[in-house]
């Protein structure tokens, strides 16, 4: 099956730093990425979908100035964080949506800021 | 309205037996994807078993089969012969592609602890 990445795995950061994670398609082009969010013991929560070359479409009542996604290439979405907040602290998880219109979801990315 | 809904939050099965997680859903959609993964303590979602709104049949996927009742808009994951490594956290989720909205929508979750 296809194959997605997200980088770093784990990240720890003070709080006021902002915090870039990768999400890569390794062998399919993906048009679309979708970023969500999980807090402990929770569902996975939608942030915002991610389109190649334009903009990003966000979820009511993510902030789009304090997440940050760029989809520059047809492999490759990031998701910044700026100025993290310990309330940030949780689970980043990104799909890939492949022209078949299936989904493949990354690892993960446990964020925790101090 | 909730669009999915998990109503067992936490499940426990004896090795080697049958188990059903329950999930339904709500859709004005006639066509709409149902999803099952299951989400190890390593926080990977696996993908399990898929069924679409106009398929015929019930999914099956091995050991993993999907009751889908579409009339009562429930999608419940049987597991046959439950093994240690099925203890983990089960969503069920659901994509309606008519509305535009590609991602999935999940449910809040199963845990399910297989005991020996």
């Known amino acids: 099956g296809a194959v997605v990445s997200q980088h770093p795995s784990r990240v720890i950061c003070k709080s006021g730093t902002s915090v870039k994670i990768e999400c890569r398609s390794l062998?399919?082009?993906?048009?679309?990425m979708f970023w969500y969010r999980q807090f402990p013991k929770q569902s996975l929560m939608l942030m915002a979908t991610?389109?190649?070359?334009?903009?990003?479409?966000?979820e009511q009542g993510v902030e789009k100035d304090k997440f940050l996604i760029n989809h520059a290439s047809l492999t490759l979405s990031t998701l910044t964080v700026t100025s993290a907040h310990p309330e940030d602290s949780s689970f980043y998880i990104c799909?890939?949506?492949?022209?078949?219109?299936?989904?493949?979801f990354g690892p993960g990315t446990r964020l925790t800021v101090l | 309205a909730q669009k999915i809904t998990q109503t067992q939050p936490g499940m426990f099965v004896q090795e080697k037996e049958a188990v059903t997680l329950d999930c339904t859903y709500d859709?004005?959609?006639?066509?709409?994807?149902l999803f099952w993964y299951k989400q190890p303590s390593s926080g990977e979602m696996i993908f399990l078993i898929y069924?679409?709104?106009?398929?015929?049949q019930n999914a099956t996927e091995g050991r993993y089969s999907l009751n889908f009742q579409k009339a009562r808009k429930s999608a419940n994951l049987v597991i046959s012969a439950s093994q240690l490594g099925d203890s983990a956290m089960y969503f069920c989720?659901?994509?309606?592609?008519?509305?535009?909205?590609?991602?999935?929508?999940f449910g809040s979750g199963t845990r399910l602890q297989v005991q020996p």
């Open positions: 799909s890939a949506r492949t022209r078949e219109d299936t989904q493949y």
């Open positions: 062998d399919f082009q993906a048009t679309t």
């Open positions: 991610s389109n190649e070359g334009s903009k990003a479409t966000y």
């Open positions: 859709t004005s959609d006639p066509s709409y994807g």
């Open positions: 069924q679409g709104s106009y398929d015929q």
């Open positions: 989720a659901m994509r309606e592609p008519n509305t535009g909205r590609r991602a999935l929508t």
